[in-house]
């Protein structure tokens, strides 16, 4: 079987030492986490961690399996990228100067649909928001005018079909 990417959505309740036991579950089958996101959900006192790892669908099934007999998990789901929605966002912090003397920056930043959130005497930092291949564009067309810092937060997700998570609760 070929290897994929996956993301996977895990409802929880929001207990400490929960996300050390999911990571562990991904460490002892040797799984890289490409990216983590840990928030409340849509439902209240649940929370939602968005997991994205590269692996086979067999692997994928067995790990949400192992995932879900963690006492605190309420529910488990997959799904490839083409059954969810899914945007990251990073922030990239450059020096001022270069916004004034550098006019190619601002068609840059134009171009690449990215926002500038502050300027500073000494830097500005601007928000691009998108699919990684996009936050990724961004950057190799700065790096040349010399990035500060860069950031880049966990994927967030939405799947297009239903999950059913809240007929779950009703029953749990």
Do not use: C
Request: charged content about 25%.
């Amino acid at each position: 079987m070929e290897e994929q990417v996956f993301t996977i959505s895990v409802y929880t309740e929001n207990n400490p030492g929960l996300l050390n036991r999911i990571a562990t579950i991904f460490l002892k089958r040797h799984i890289n986490i490409e990216s983590l996101n840990v928030s409340r959900s849509e439902i209240e006192n649940v929370h939602r961690f968005t997991i994205v790892a590269r692996m086979t669908e067999t692997n994928v099934k067995k790990l949400v399996g192992q995932i879900e007999k963690q006492i605190e998990v309420i529910k488990a789901y997959y799904h490839t990228d083409d059954e969810i929605i899914f945007h990251e966002t990073a922030l990239y912090k450059m020096a001022s100067n270069l916004l004034f003397e550098q006019r190619e920056i601002q068609n840059v930043i134009k171009n690449s649909s990215a926002n500038i959130v502050t300027v500073h005497p000494d830097f500005f930092v601007i928000e691009k928001t998108g699919r990684r291949k996009d936050t990724e564009a961004l950057h190799d067309q700065l790096a040349p005018y010399g990035i500060m810092q860069f950031v880049r937060s966990g994927r967030i997700s939405i799947s297009k079909t239903e999950m059913k998570i809240s007929e779950k609760l009703k029953n749990f």
